[in-house]
């Protein structure tokens, strides 16, 4: 269930679910994972999975991808509290300035692609036990980073001082310490951008 607004201080994840998806032709976090979830739903899981109620999951989608949660996945409501990002031709920091603006007080903010579904909960909490406040811990196969950025509580406040429009989020994380967390597992380096990207990972 979502986490509670008196905590006073808590983990939590935006899944960047608001793009528009023109490559792939339909919805990316609506792909399915298997036969029986999506990829939003594999993603929520995990995380529900990893921190239980102790996160916050704040879901960025566009208005479409909110029509279909309505009528469609209702239930993703009862674990994620839903944002719209109304002009997601601005760019990925609008979804994600929009994300932070309603988060509670967190200690850290995990910041997820909808388009990488293959997070664990064993490297959630593995990233957990590394982050700092005034730095990020990034996960890195024979030495290239990937998906998901924790963030520290510094690095919050700081990309809450930028305005909506598109920045780049690697420019502003250059000015913080990095910490990277070795792993065995490719697909950390996996994005979802078309169909024939899917078809390579997922045969159903």
Same mark, same amino acid.
């Given at each position: 269930?979502?986490?509670?607004?008196?905590?006073?201080?808590?983990?939590? &994840?935006?899944?960047? !679910?608001? $793009?528009?998806?023109?490559?792939?032709?339909?919805?990316?976090?609506?792909?399915?994972?298997?036969?029986?979830?999506?990829?939003? @739903?594999?993603?929520? @899981?995990?995380?529900? *999975?990893?921190?239980?109620? !102790? !996160?916050?999951?704040?879901? &960025?989608?566009?208005?479409? $991808?909110?029509?279909?949660?309505?009528?469609?996945?209702? @239930?993703?409501?009862?674990? !994620? @509290? +839903?944002?719209?990002?109304?002009?997601?031709?601005?760019?990925?920091?609008?979804?994600?300035?929009?994300?932070?603006?309603?988060? *509670?007080?967190? *200690?850290?903010?995990?910041?997820?692609?909808?388009?990488?579904?293959? &997070?664990?909960?064993?490297?959630?909490?593995?990233?957990?036990?590394?982050? #700092?406040?005034?730095?990020?811990?990034?996960?890195?196969?024979?030495?290239? $980073? $990937?998906?998901?950025?924790?963030?520290?509580?510094?690095?919050?406040?700081?990309?809450?001082?930028?305005?909506?429009?598109?920045? /780049?989020?690697?420019?502003?994380?250059?000015?913080?310490?990095?910490?990277?967390?070795?792993?065995?597992?490719?697909? +950390?380096?996996?994005?979802?951008?078309?169909?024939? /990207?899917?078809?390579?990972?997922? #045969?159903?």
């Amino acid at each position: 269930m979502k986490a509670h607004p008196e905590d006073p201080e808590q983990m939590s &994840v935006i899944i960047l !679910a608001a $793009g528009m998806s023109s490559r792939m032709g339909i919805l990316k976090p609506f792909l399915k994972w298997d036969n029986h979830k999506t990829f939003l @739903e594999k993603i929520i @899981e995990t995380y529900y *999975s990893f921190s239980f109620e !102790a !996160a916050q999951i704040n879901l &960025v989608l566009n208005p479409e $991808g909110y029509k279909f949660i309505q009528t469609e996945l209702p @239930e993703i409501a009862e674990y !994620a @509290e +839903i944002f719209i990002n109304d002009h997601p031709e601005r760019g990925r920091f609008s979804s994600l300035k929009l994300g932070l603006q309603n988060l *509670s007080k967190s *200690s850290s903010c995990y910041i997820q692609n909808v388009d990488n579904p293959f &997070v664990t909960d064993e490297l959630l909490e593995s990233m957990d036990k590394l982050t #700092k406040p005034d730095s990020y811990v990034v996960p890195v196969y024979q030495g290239k $980073g $990937g998906h998901p950025v924790l963030i520290g509580a510094n690095i919050i406040t700081q990309l809450l001082s930028y305005d909506d429009t598109d920045h /780049d989020l690697k420019d502003i994380l250059v000015k913080f310490r990095k910490i990277e967390i070795e792993t065995t597992d490719i697909n +950390i380096l996996v994005n979802i951008n078309s169909q024939e /990207d899917y078809q390579k990972y997922f #045969k159903h």
